[in-house]
């Protein structure tokens, strides 16, 4: 039998550490083709590139990368079987990305969007991140048993999970929610050599509220996070409210 086959993606680009140390441990039980960015797409969120033109570079055998986003990595392969990928995937993979993926980072981050892509398209995915200070060999063999673990389920459906690797090197995993992280959202204005005002987005400053059996506090304790997230953003308790809104029409 053929071995399983694994899209590998990021998004902090093709030659990062992390996708190179996953890539080699998912090799020990897997076929693995990698199609990652150019260039780092920290969050590029699920951004496709519509209006420029993309060149896809290949570096090696199964080692592609795309001038894009994430999302256009994983698009790219999913739609040129035969170029890219020798045949559909088993699994689309994203990461080992340098720094976690807690919360609401799931809608900023490229790395779930990479996993995201693929589980639009019916595949098992995951979004692998890890703390900054992780033994990033130890993360990816845990991530390597994970993968195996969600191709184990046989379920047809698919699956999109995010996975967050707290520092450290040996951890217990916990099927988590997603949590409240809290940055400072401040917009720092300044001028350049010429004068021109310019700005940057985003403080530094970070928190994480308490909220039980969130991955924010799974990763607070020490324990690698797992958390299923949805495909579908409908949110029937919110109905009512829609209907209410539309019935309001009739009297403006």
């Known amino acids: 039998m053929a071995r399983p086959l694994v899209l590998l993606c990021n998004d902090d680009g093709y030659r990062a550490p992390g996708i190179l140390a996953l890539g080699s441990s998912l090799r020990e039980w897997a076929e ?35 001038d894009g986003t994430p999302a256009d990595c994983v698009y ?16 689309v993979a ?21 996993a995201r892509e693929g589980a639009l398209r019916g595949i098992v995915s995951l979004a692998l991140s890890a703390a900054v200070e992780v033994d990033v060999q ?27 690797f707290p520092a450290g090197s040996d951890w217990p995993a916990r099927a988590t929610r997603l949590g409240n992280r809290v940055y400072g959202d401040d917009v720092w204005f300044r001028h350049d050599p010429q004068g021109k005002e310019y700005l940057w987005i985003g403080g530094p400053s970070m928190a994480h509220r308490p909220l039980s059996g969130s991955d924010t506090e799974a990763f607070d304790q020490g324990v690698v996070g797992v958390t299923p997230l949805a495909l579908d953003l409908w949110a029937p308790h919110e109905q009512g409210r829609a209907e209410e809104v539309v019935a309001l029409l009739a009297e403006l």
């Open 76 to 91: 790219v392969a999913l739609h040129t079987i035969g170029r890219v990928l020798p045949r559909r995937p088993d699994l």
């Open 32 to 66: 693995v083709v990698i199609c990652a960015p150019e260039h780092e797409q920290s969050a590029a969120s699920h951004a496709l590139s519509l209006h420029r033109p993309l060149r896809l570079s290949e570096h090696g055998s199964g080692v592609f990368s795309v």
């Open 94 to 114: 994203s990461g080992l990305n340098r720094g976690a993926n807690l919360g609401l980072d799931v809608f900023y981050s490229g790395t779930v969007a990479a």
């Open 138 to 164: 130890a993360a990816v063999r845990y991530s390597s048993r994970i993968a195996r673990a969600a191709l184990a389920r046989g379920s047809p459906a698919p699956l999109l999970l995010n996975v967050n």
